[in-house]
């Protein structure tokens, strides 16, 4: 009997599927297998020890960094969340109007420009800002982050307005519910989901990104990824690989918390 | 409006687009719904009817007219500020409530105290009899029962007229019949204006008090089941609710409101005529399958309509017979069976109609 077309009954499908998980986690597997060495090496195993979490933990520049990373993801990922959701209300939440395909794609467009052409650019226009004013502190990091997170962050809120009827914000207006507590007692509470994993994305990408930041950055405002890109640089130990899972760690956390909390408010 | 009106519509007229692709979903419509009554829109669907309905709810306003309730305009009031309540097609529920939020609802937003709110939500549940489920998300319940929510929700203000859009359409048969007389109950017992917007024809007859007939944007009749069954008052009203057979004929003469019309297929029949018709000439009779009886051409009085069997339907407690005119047209006759009664023809018979008295009725044909 023709049994129907299964692509994992495909000769050689194992293999390729083993390869490309193994292409995947192992580099992570060693990475963090050797943030425990008890050696000076990231190649030759000496035993297992906590030395090096000790030592990043102690390290003034990388807590310096970290707190930096940290401040900048949540105002960057709070402002582009904040931005998105208006943007994602204003699209799904009205009569179709001329030059909406246009608003889609001015919202869209930072996924596909080049990062580096957005970092050349900023630079440029942020060099210019800093010359008239004198101001050089964060904001112009937490900005830039902004830009390029809203786009991030307005694909959740609105995959999530796509699949809610429009007749439920009418239900709430025919039960004598004003605009503001229809969209408090109703929108919002639904949304949430959505924009809770807008603002985890748009935290992710800001927490990692490398690109704008070194572009962008000045003096002594290293963020973690451009401090650990210096590091490379020099001599590498494995306290690198520590910080690096103290981050894939974090990164664990934030997306278990987030399902955690998605899941409940279904 | 007079005082027993709920609603009038004065003159409304919603155009949808602009240039060249405008459309009036709503053309110049004039109607009065009185108070506590079961009122039917009824049309296919692109008449306008969920359109009406939209605009006495408030979700569109009017491009031209007004609209009254109770003696007050609120052609420009905004839907939150109008006491009426809306039953959606799709019920429209909000999912992260439960059953008794839903229902509490209308009452948070009017600020009623949370006590007055708590005895008005276990009336409603006892109304729709959903006391058992009142903890639910309105996602762990029936189809069927969310539509009892959906009621009960509306119905909780206290609204002054309750609007219901196709709200028994997603309901399979048995219970859509089951909630027609639930629908009738409720009205019965809460003495609250009903506008019901429907297509199924049916529905309309057994619920209404009184119906009106749109197609295009416009009313064509309004009445009570009775009236634009039995005196449809032009061709689309003969043939959109129930089925009819519509005759070309020549009025010969009218007297005491009977006009006598001789069929182009030949035969005659005595039609009665709209009021303040009197005059002659080519004109079409609509008469209904259920008002003729057939029988062998043989025999047949003078005047009856004669025809082949084309073929005969089984339905159960009627059979439906095709008979076959000499013109090609088909016309139909329904009968009622009997028990142990085989079918009195077969196809291919030469039959005969005969018209019951006062049946027929000549359309008034519209300019």
Not at chain 1, 39 to 65: P, T
Not at chain 2, 114 to 120: F, G, H, L, S, T
Not at chain 2, 121 to 129: D, E, G, H, I, S
Not at chain 2, 347 to 352: I, K, N, P, R, T
Request: proline residues 5%; aromatic residues 8%; glycine residues 8%.
């Amino acid at each position: 009997m023709a049994r129907p077309f299964d692509v994992r009954r495909q000769r050689g499908f194992t293999v390729v599927a083993a390869f490309c998980f193994a292409l995947l986690y192992l580099p992570i597997v060693v990475l963090v297998t050797y943030a425990f060495n008890a050696g000076e090496s990231i190649a030759n195993w000496e035993g297992v020890s906590l030395r090096w979490f000790v030592a990043a933990a102690g390290n003034a520049q990388v807590i310096d960094a970290s707190i930096r990373s940290l401040q900048i993801a949540t105002a960057a990922a709070l402002i582009a969340t904040t931005a998105a959701t208006l943007a994602a209300l204003a699209t799904t939440r009205t009569a179709p109007y001329r030059g909406q395909a246009a608003t889609f794609a001015a919202l869209n467009l930072p996924l596909m420009v080049p990062e580096i052409v957005t970092a050349v650019a900023l630079l440029i226009v942020f060099a210019r800002i800093k010359m008239a004013t004198g101001y050089t502190g964060l904001g112009y990091l937490i900005a830039a982050h902004t830009a390029f997170c809203i786009p991030f962050a307005y694909l959740p809120i609105r995959a999530r307005l796509d699949g809610m009827d429009l007749n439920l914000e009418r239900a709430a207006a025919d039960l004598y519910a004003t605009p503001v507590r229809a969209f408090r007692h109703v929108t919002l509470p639904l949304l949430w989901p959505g924009i809770l994993a807008g603002f985890m994305l748009a935290f992710v990408i800001s927490l990692d990104d490398v690109v704008i930041t070194e572009f962008v950055k000045s003096g002594g405002q290293e963020t973690l990824p451009t401090y650990m890109l210096g590091q490379l640089r020099r001599v590498i130990t494995p306290e690198m690989n520590a910080i690096s899972t103290a981050f894939l760690a974090l990164s664990i956390v934030v997306v278990t918390v987030f399902f955690l909390v998605s899941r409940k408010r279904d | 409006m007079s005082a027993a009106d709920a609603i009038a519509v004065a003159g409304v007229t919603k155009v949808f687009g602009s240039g060249n692709g405008q459309v009036a979903a709503v053309d110049d419509i004039t109607v009065s719904i009185r108070k506590n009554e079961f009122f039917t829109l009824l049309g296919p669907s692109g008449c306008g009817k969920t359109t009406l309905l939209r605009l006495i709810a408030g979700f569109e306003f009017p491009t031209s007219g007004a609209i009254w309730l109770d003696g007050a305009d609120v052609s420009d009031t905004p839907p939150f500020r109008r006491p009426i309540n809306t039953v959606f097609q799709n019920y429209a529920l909000f999912p992260h409530m439960t059953v008794e939020e839903n229902i509490g609802f209308g009452l948070k937003m009017l600020n009623r105290p949370k006590a007055e709110i708590a005895e008005r939500v276990a009336a409603m549940l006892k109304l729709v009899r959903m006391e058992a489920l009142a903890g639910r998300r309105t996602n762990q319940i029936s189809g069927g029962q969310q539509q009892r929510v959906a009621l009960a929700r509306a119905l909780a203000p206290a609204p002054k007229v309750l609007l219901l859009d196709e709200p028994l359409s997603a309901l399979d048969y048995k219970l859509r019949k089951e909630m027609q007389i639930e629908l009738k109950r409720l009205q019965a017992e809460t003495g609250i204006t009903f506008i019901f917007v429907t297509h199924d024809q049916e529905e309309a007859l057994t619920m209404s008090d009184r119906i009106a007939v749109m197609a295009a944007g416009r009313i064509l009749q309004v009445g009570s089941p009775r009236e634009v069954y039995d005196a449809p008052a032009d061709r689309f009203v003969a043939g959109f609710i129930g089925e009819s057979n519509l005759l070309p004929g020549t009025v010969e003469r009218v007297s005491g409101g009977l006009a006598s019309v001789t069929l182009s297929v030949g035969g005659r029949i005595e039609a009665v005529a709209p009021d303040g018709f009197s005059g002659g000439g080519p004109a079409t009779v609509v008469l209904r399958p259920e008002h003729a009886r057939l029988m062998p051409a043989a025999g047949a009085p003078e005047g009856a309509i004669a025809g082949t069997l084309a073929t005969a339907v089984y339905f159960g407690t009627d059979t439906h017979y095709h008979v076959r005119l000499a013109d090609g047209s088909d016309f139909t006759v329904r009968e009622q069976n009997r028990p142990s009664v085989e079918a009195r023809f077969h196809a291919g018979d030469a039959v005969a109609a005969v018209v019951e008295p006062r049946a027929a009725r000549l359309l008034r044909e519209r300019p």
